[in-house]
Structures are given as C-alpha cells and as structure tokens.
C-alpha cells in the first residue's frame, strides 16, 4: 500500500523503497511528506500528526508502523465515535 503510494503518487524510485531508507533517502521532502499524509487520510480516514510527518529521519519501515497503528485504531473506533 506505502509503496504504491510512494511509486505512483509521488513518483518515489521503487529502487530506493527499503524499510531503513529515510524520507530524505527516498528524496521526499516535508512538502511531500505531507502530501503523502493527505493522501493516506483520504483512502483510510485515519488522521497524522503534520509535524510527525515532516520528519525526515523517519525511516520508511518506522512510517510504516505508524500508520498501521493508525489504521488499527481506526477499525477498532466506534463508527461516530472519532
């Protein structure tokens, strides 16, 4: 899902995709980063932290966790109740 994100919306080279690969390795800046979170909020109704996402020592695998969490919490919300 991330990588898809990452290829396709933000043009992110597939070669660069590892899990310890920072945002500043992939060559996303805080602007992107951001985009990304937008993005990730419209397809799964799940809300970031803007200043968490702009970040660029986060890795791509820790990013990752985060928004599984998110996504976790999410489905585990009463609907209404967010």
């Known amino acids: ?7 396709q ?3 992110v080279d ?14 996303v800046d ?5 985009e990304l979170g937008v993005i990730l909020e419209e397809d799964f ?6 200043e968490e996402l702009r970040r660029e020592d986060m890795t791509l695998g820790q990013f990752t966790r985060h928004v599984e ?3 976790a919490q999410a489905a ?4 209404g109740a967010a």
């Open 9 to 11: 919306d933000l043009g």
């Open 69 to 71: 969490r998110l996504l």
């Open 76 to 79: 585990s919300t009463p609907a």
């Open 14 to 27: 597939a070669a660069l995709i590892q899990p310890e690969a920072t945002f500043a390795d992939l060559e």
């Open 45 to 50: 109704k799940i809300k970031f932290d803007l």
């Open 1 to 7: 899902m991330l990588v898809t994100k990452l290829t």
């Open 30 to 34: 805080s602007l992107a980063a951001l």
